[in-house]
């Protein structure tokens, strides 16, 4: 069987890290993507039979046509890269909307249009797009993170109705709070601006989940290898929550 070929954006950290480990244990060749050189370092130094590693900024079109000419063509592409900001709607910042947009939506976007092509040439084709349950309800500071996600899981669906039938199939996955840099990065946030502990910031984050705790990295890159599964063909336009059961769609 002929190896399948998958670029993961952001891949050198966090959730994106666990899908690079995931895909290449599965058999992918693996392309993981991001600005942090040393970060991208340590993962094609881990993994040096399976996976290659390329400098790419999402949020720069030049970098990502760069970024994919140089290492493509893929049949999987997997949109994880992304940035959280936060503040109330009356002070947001138009520059925080504008970058938040430009990365969390723009850049899958512009990274889909490197794929495709090829995917529709040949007939096959998986994308996934890391979203969040902010792609599916609103919630107190988090706006522009919130209609980037929401934008975002627009554009996976509008894909899946174009492509549908051809081979390739376009869904997004929604996780709560993942023990990643960017929930501790949350956590601190909520300490600074209330004075409590990290144990008690943490408290607010889970404490009204039904899951009672973080979500693992591990956990979300399980869903997308079922999405990139010769298995999965058939499911399409997806937006499946990692949520531990919070929303019901
Ligand atoms: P991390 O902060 O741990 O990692 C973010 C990743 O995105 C890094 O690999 C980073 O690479 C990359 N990245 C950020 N900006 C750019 C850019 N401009 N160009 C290329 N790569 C970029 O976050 P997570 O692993 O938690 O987040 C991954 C995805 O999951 C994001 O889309 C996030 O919104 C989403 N998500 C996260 C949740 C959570 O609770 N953590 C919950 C729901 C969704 P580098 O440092 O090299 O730029």
Redesign the pocket.
């Known amino acids: 069987m002929t190896v399948r070929r998958a670029a993961v ?9 666990a899908v690079v480990e995931r895909l290449a244990a599965d058999g992918f060749s693996v392309v993981a ?5 040393a ?2 370092a340590k993962v094609a130094a881990a993994m040096p039979d399976t996976v290659e590693t390329v400098a ?5 079109a030049d ?1 990502i046509a760069a970024a994919f000419s140089a290492t493509g063509p893929f049949d999987v592409l997997v ?6 900001d936060s503040a109330p709607v009356r002070k947001l910042p138009a520059e925080q909307w504008e970058r938040l947009m430009r ?2 939506a723009l ?1 899958p976007l512009l990274c889909i249009q490197q794929v495709l092509p090829t995917m529709m040439e040949r007939g096959y084709g998986r994308i996934v797009t ?5 792609g599916h309800q609103g919630a107190p500071y988090i706006a522009a ?1 919130a209609a980037s ?1 929401h934008a975002v899981i627009g554009l996976m669906r509008s894909l899946s109705a174009e492509v549908a039938g051809t081979g390739i199939t376009a869904n997004s996955v ?10 501790d ?2 956590i601190r946030t909520i300490r600074s601006k209330t004075g409590r502990s990290d144990d008690e910031a943490m408290q607010i984050l889970i404490g009204r989940t039904r899951l009672g705790r ?2 693992e ?1 591990e956990e ?1 890159a399980a869903a997308v290898a079922y999405l990139v599964s010769h298995g999965a063909a058939a499911v399409n336009g997806q937006s499946i929550l990692i949520d531990g059961g919070d929303l019901q769609q």
């Open positions: 954006t952001g891949g050198n950290k966090g959730i994106g890290l993507m991001g600005r942090d050189e970060a991208l790419c900024d999402v949020a720069d970098s949109n994880n890269a992304g940035i959280a990365v969390n850049g890391v979203a969040s349950i902010a993170y996600k929604c996780p709560g709070y993942v023990r990643t840099e960017m929930t990065q949350s973080l979500i990295p979300v």
